[in-house]
């Protein structure tokens, strides 16, 4: 057995001749890792793929099969899992976890008109319980019905308005109060809130590399820079190390691909990538997509 | 009213679990709200808005999992605590993530499990199905091969592999097979019985399968190829391996093949092992040439309904030409309500609107409303004689329109409508916005696999759709009608009730849901 591709976020960490981790939760297709030091980082199988936090395994079945709570060690070369079985490092290719925003300025037109029709595409095909799905009558019953969740998605409709108002403002403080209140605001392991945020620094570095001379008083690094710092403390481990990945521009594999075809005219591909970056998680890529769509909308000037 | 709290420190399920596990929660008696989250500042905000929050809880962290029930008691409260464990397991487990499921990972353990198996279901990602066919093969099963996107040489090789070994290889792409009375996949309740079919479309052999059981008689085998098995390539060699089957089982007294036209040197080839099967066969190829089926001496019909009525009457004994007249009229019978949904409706309500969750039943739509005027059109148009292609992210307006949603541009990253309806209850609902659609055109189709409660789900849809209507001064006539039986699971009575309730008429078959809405539009025009 062995992992095929590492993320290059997480590569120097594995890599490390030390290396230690403890399982921190464990499902089908995923395994999530914490070191001593605070690092997450997941071994995955070929379904989930590519991400900036991820190491795939050549297979991810029953041998490799982890518990929350078992310890892996490493030497750089190879990972020893519990029970003995052993991962082999040295044929893992790396694989860089940030899209190439910069080739999407050659084709501006065709990318804001991609942006529109994503615009209209999303709320019809958002699930009932994702932020997207907000304003649509279908989002009645969302969260099985429980009240509390329900104002969950009222308040994030709130608080993302806010935050946009603030950053097309300049109002750095705001923008940081915003951020916290929407940072783990959400069921699961990576909370719904935490979701549109990453997907409004991925659109944020989106807009970067579409504008070659962007006017925003505020920077991409300043906005992701407030995120981060509001987010600290109020969210999941895991939540926060993938929005410290969003913050850097990281991305997984679906979104790579969108982010590519944002600059080619076909809306069957469009649709196809649309569609593989909104299967993530229960509601997850919608909720990211929202948050992406949003970087684009009137206020952000 | 008491607030039970239960936190859990470090345990990590997914928000579909924690969903799932909030609405069994909530159904529990005596409990009036209930949240299952991370325990994060903005969570707990939320619980302390709903409140939901207690001095335990409060003092939770992000990597705690909080459980808050509000209930009439504290008895209630703390039973419905007490069930947390049990549902986070099971509802992670349902969502096929459990590690500690004692659930064989490969087939070989499964045949250690089951060493008296014969046939393997498998369902896997399209790259990995042809090695699992071919080894479920190798070890003397036949398959039912769920699987899609199997290559069209792996799937010659994989039902030469299964013919070589008197084995049948269902699929890929099979969804429904009925087989010594255990439905596979997406499979209605139906008595066994003399009738034996042998089909390329999955809803094609559910409704004819259905249709059979509501007409009194029963169902020998069901084998469903794949939709691809009677092209050129692969030469329609699980539709023979099914002929052949039928012929030698005994409680087959008559066979009915249903497909899409099959290429024309696989239709000599499959006629003719059906004529020498030396049993009566009825042959439902949608849209082909009847003369071609009558000339090898079986008997052809058109639709799916007649394939049941007429394989029926066959196994009973009775003449045959009489139920193909019988279908055939059948809409007549409707004429009054038409009149009336026509009467009603507002000169620019022309074109009748079709959202198929059976792409059988939408090919077969295309073929009955072939000639209305003004033109059709679809996302899996039939030919070119019949409809158009609908081009990418067009509108169409001033036209028919009959969508299939389980194709693939409907359904990559998200369920097959038939077992979550909720793209097509938006697409129902917006259908009551436009203001050219004369009638809305809807299946339900019901059995093992499907949602537990589809025409409900269609019948809010309906009410909504009516409703945006009506605001804007117009009527919006539904036809609809429910592929199932009284024992599927979500009982076929109850479920037309449902649709009947919500002001849709609600018919026996597609081809008569397909005629009475054309009967609406010529009426009105």
Request: with cysteine; charged share 15%.
């Amino acid at each position: 057995m062995s992992i095929q591709s590492i993320s290059l976020r997480i590569a120097p960490v594995l890599h490390h001749p030390q290396f230690t981790a403890q399982v921190e939760s464990a499902f089908a297709d995923a395994c999530n890792l914490l070191t001593p030091d605070g690092v997450m980082l997941a071994l995955v199988s070929h379904t989930i793929g590519n991400g900036p936090l991820n190491a795939v395994l050549s297979h991810f079945s029953e041998p490799t099969r982890l518990s929350a709570g078992d310890w892996l060690r490493g030497n750089g070369q190879t990972l020893w899992l519990p029970r003995g079985q052993q991962l082999s490092l040295t044929q893992a290719a790396l694989w860089q976890p940030i899209p190439a925003y910069h080739h999407l300025a050659a084709q501006p037109e065709t990318v804001t008109a991609n942006i529109a029709w994503l615009r209209g595409y999303l709320p019809l095909h958002a699930p009932p319980a994702s932020f997207a799905a907000i304003a649509s009558a279908s989002a009645s019953g969302a969260f099985g019905n429980s009240h509390s969740l329900a104002l969950g998605q009222m308040q994030a409709e709130r608080l993302a308005a806010g935050l946009l108002h603030a950053y097309a403002a300049a109002d750095l403080p705001a923008l940081h109060g915003y951020a916290g209140q929407l940072a783990g605001l959400g069921p699961g392991l990576t909370p719904a809130g935490d979701d549109w945020l990453a997907g409004w620094l991925m659109g944020l570095h989106t807009r970067a590399g579409l504008m070659s001379a962007t006017v925003h008083p505020l920077s991409t690094a300043d906005a992701a820079a407030a995120v981060l710092s509001a987010a600290q403390g109020r969210t999941t481990r895991l939540s926060l190390a993938f929005l410290q990945a969003a913050a850097d521009g990281a991305a997984n594999e679906a979104w790579h691909n969108l982010i590519t075809t944002l600059s080619k005219p076909s809306k069957r591909l469009l649709r196809a990538a649309t569609a593989q970056v909104m299967a993530h998680g229960a509601t997850s890529g919608s909720d990211m997509l929202a948050g992406f769509l949003a970087a684009f909308n009137n206020h952000s000037p | 009213m008491p607030v039970a709290t239960r936190i859990l420190s470090s345990a990590y399920f997914d928000s579909v679990t924690l969903m799932l596990v909030a609405k069994e929660l909530l159904a529990m008696p005596g409990v009036r709200d209930a949240a299952v989250v991370m325990g994060t500042q903005a969570n707990l905000g939320l619980l302390r808005d709903a409140t939901l929050l207690t001095s335990q809880s409060a003092a939770a962290t992000p990597n705690d999992l909080v459980a808050a029930v509000l209930a009439d008691d504290d008895h209630a409260a703390e039973a419905a605590l007490a069930a947390l464990d049990g549902l986070l397991t099971a509802s992670r487990s349902n969502a096929g993530s459990d590690a500690g499921a004692a659930r064989p990972r490969t087939l070989r353990a499964a045949l250690r499990q089951s060493p008296d198996a014969n046939l393997a279901v498998i369902s896997v990602a399209g790259r990995y199905a042809a090695r699992e066919a071919r080894s479920a093969l190798d070890h003397g099963l036949h398959v039912l091969l769920f699987s899609d996107n199997v290559s069209v040489e792996d799937e010659i090789e994989l039902k030469q592999r299964a013919a070589a070994r008197g084995l049948l290889c269902m699929g890929p792409d099979a969804g429904t097979a009925i087989i010594n009375g255990v439905g596979l996949g997406f499979a209605n309740d139906v008595t066994r019985g003399p009738v034996g079919i042998v089909s390329a479309a999955g809803t094609g052999l559910q409704s004819v399968s259905s249709d059979v059981a509501r007409r009194g008689s029963g169902v020998s085998q069901a084998i469903g190829t794949g939709g691809r098995d009677l092209s050129e390539a692969i030469g329609g060699q699980t539709m023979l391996a099914g002929i052949a089957a039928l012929q030698a089982d005994p409680a087959t007294k008559v066979i009915v093949l249903i497909s899409k036209p099959p290429a024309p040197a696989v239709t000599a080839r499959v006629l003719q092992a059906a004529k020498n099967s030396g049993k009566p066969v009825v042959v439902c190829f949608l849209g082909a040439d009847p003369g071609q089926i009558e000339k090898a001496g079986l008997i052809p019909v058109s639709t799916l309904e007649q394939a049941a009525a007429v394989a029926v009457a066959l196994a009973r004994g009775e003449e045959w030409c009489s139920p193909i007249i019988a279908c055939d009229q059948a809409p007549l019978a409707w004429l009054p309500q038409a009149r009336a949904a026509a009467a009603a409706l507002q000169p620019q309500q022309r074109f009748i609107h079709g959202l198929y969750s059976g792409g059988t039943f939408c090919y077969e739509a295309q073929l009955i409303l072939r000639n209305l005027p003004d033109g059709l059109y679809s996302n899996a148009p039939v030919s070119a004689a019949v409809s158009h292609p609908i081009p990418p992210d067009a509108v169409i307006h001033g036209h028919h329109v009959i969508l299939d949603l389980g194709a693939d541009e409907y359904t990559v990253g998200r369920l097959h409508p038939m077992l979550d309806p909720s793209l097509r209850n938006r697409m129902i609902g917006q259908t009551g916005d436009d203001a050219e659609v004369a009638v809305l055109l809807l299946d339900v189709v019901l059995g093992y696999g499907a949602h537990p409660n589809p025409a409900g789900e269609a019948a809010s849809a309906i009410r909504a759709a009516q409703a945006r209507a009506a605001a804007a001064g117009r009527t919006l006539p539904v036809v609809a009608f429910v592929c199932g039986t009284e024992e599927d699971p979500q009982r076929l009575s109850d479920q037309e009730a449902l649709l009947r309730e919500a002001g849709a008429l609600v018919v026996p078959s597609n081809a008569q849901a397909a005629r009475i809405a054309a009967l609406i539009v010529a009426e009105h025009s």
